[in-house]
């Protein structure tokens, strides 16, 4: 199975900071990487697909990139609504399998 | 776009079955796949598997192969997920999701999702 490892775990930031989270995986896998954000009692919504495409609807302050084993999301300027947990995952081969998640806090 | 519908919350004992469905919009797929995904409190998600409801083929992942059937009817527009030999670490909420799989598969939309309890 691939592994995907998410750092960091957590982070406390101020609305209008630029935050970047990473995602590692065990084997090379192209870009077949999506990012998803999820908010407390909520299913997921898509952010980004294909490492680095941006989901129809999605602003603009995020943005994905990396390929191969190496994997960011960036916000640009967090906003309010921006604060809530966000998940990479893989669809190279099955098991389709998801990073820990990131959860991002207001300082 | 497709919303897919879940049904409500079940309580289970331990050594039971569940089956959890996902009706979608309109009544009818027109999506290639539908994943199921769960996600046990306070933690990641994992992947169960998936079925391409037009065409009623079933994956499953490798360590839930003997206690989960995936299934789909396509007169109604509806998947179905059915894990049976429930155990307590099987509490979770389960989430399908329309899987597109036209360049790079990804779930979008999910269904709002159903909260399985085993409790004796």
């Known amino acids: 199975d691939i592994q995907l490892t998410q750092s960091p775990s957590a982070l406390t930031a101020s609305v209008g900071d630029r935050v970047t989270i990473s995602c590692r995986a065990s084997?090379?896998?192209?870009?077949?990487l999506n990012w998803y954000q999820q908010k407390p009692g909520k299913a997921p919504k898509l952010l980004i697909y294909?490492?680095?495409t941006l989901h129809s609807g999605v602003p603009s302050r995020f943005s994905g990139g990396g390929s191969g084993t190496d994997f960011t999301l960036t916000i640009s300027s967090l906003q309010p609504e921006d604060f809530a947990t966000y998940y990479c995952q893989q669809s190279y081969t099955t098991p389709l399998t998801f990073g820990q998640g990131t959860k991002v806090e207001i300082k | 776009q497709v919303q897919l519908v879940q049904s409500g919350t079940e309580v289970k004992k331990p050594g039971s079955s569940v089956k959890v469905s996902c009706k979608a919009s309109g009544g009818t797929f027109t999506t290639s796949s539908v994943s199921w995904v769960r996600q046990a409190p306070g933690q990641g998600f994992e992947w169960l598997g998936r079925i391409m409801p037009m065409q009623g083929k079933a994956n499953h992942a490798e360590r839930f192969q003997d206690r989960v059937t995936i299934t789909a009817d396509k007169s109604t527009g509806t998947a179905y997920l059915e894990l049976s030999r429930l155990r307590s670490d099987d509490t979770a909420v389960y989430f399908c999701?329309?899987?597109?799989?036209?360049?790079?598969?990804?779930?979008?939309?999910w269904g709002q999702g159903t909260l399985v309890s085993v409790s004796s």
């Open positions: 999701a329309n899987e597109d799989m036209s360049m790079v598969n990804y779930f979008d939309p």
């Open positions: 084997q090379t896998m192209n870009i077949y």
């Open positions: 294909a490492a680095s």
